[in-house]
């Protein structure tokens, strides 16, 4: 099946930082990528979908300025957590899809832990 | 707003009991699509439905759309301790976003032997 890179898997920093997280498809090109947030055994909830080429569609409460989503090539979109705050720990996960109503393919996830 | 339901929000069963989770919609899909998430791990594509009253079924599991296109259940014969997990269903609104998923608030199956 289509393969999803994601990386970091793990990130433990200081209040203030900024986090890049990149999301790859290894396998196919990824005409939509989206971004999710997941609290402990809660849903996904979805806080972006971004084209390439184009600007993210942010879902309603996202902080665009926040949460930085970049998507210059059909295989990499980045999501970048500026000057993180505790209250920004979270799981996050990227999928990508090959545009209509395919499937979503996961990437294994980053746990973002800010002190 | 859009809201997509499941019941139970967890079961705990015996090994070799059925297990059966139901997903709600409170708008038209058009189409469903169900994904199992292991603990620690990332959700993982199973199956997709489109059709209305469309049954599929991949070994043990038994997935159904219904006729309304506002709900689906997938149920799992004799469940193994491979089936530990939480179950999403996640759907496309008939009206929305093409590739946009909404997902519904997942089942956690817990297995014991």
């Known amino acids: 099946g289509a393969v999803v890179s994601q990386h970091p898997s793990r990130v433990i920093c200081k209040s203030g930082t900024s986090v890049k997280i990149e999301c790859r498809s290894l396998?196919?090109?990824?005409?939509?990528m989206f971004w999710y947030r997941q609290f402990p055994k809660q849903s996904l909830m979805l806080m972006a979908t971004?084209?390439?080429?184009?600007?993210?569609?942010?879902e309603q409460g996202v902080e665009k300025d926040k949460f930085l989503i970049n998507h210059a090539s059909l295989t990499l979109s980045t999501l970048t957590v500026t000057s993180a705050h505790p209250e920004d720990s979270s799981f996050y996960i990227c999928?990508?899809?090959?545009?209509?109503?395919?499937?979503?393919?996961f990437g294994d996830g980053t746990r973002l832990s800010i002190l | 707003g859009q809201q997509v339901m499941q019941i139970p929000q967890y079961q705990h069963v015996q090994e070799g009991e059925d297990f059966t989770t139901y997903c709600n919609s409170s708008t038209t899909l058009s189409n469903i699509q169900w994904y199992k998430q292991r603990p620690g791990g990332h959700p993982v594509f199973l199956i997709q439905l489109v059709k209305s009253g469309e049954v599929k079924k991949q070994k043990r599991l038994t997935f159904q759309f219904g006729e309304a296109k506002k709900n689906s259940s997938l149920h799992i014969t004799a469940t193994q301790t491979t089936d530990v997990g939480t179950y999403f269903c996640a759907g496309h609104l008939a009206t929305g976003t093409a590739s946009k998923l909404t997902f519904g608030t997942g089942t956690r199956l817990q297995v014991t032997l």
């Open positions: 396998d196919f090109q990824a005409t939509t």
């Open positions: 971004s084209n390439e080429g184009s600007k993210a569609t942010y």
């Open positions: 999928s990508a899809a090959g545009g209509g109503n395919q499937p979503q393919h």
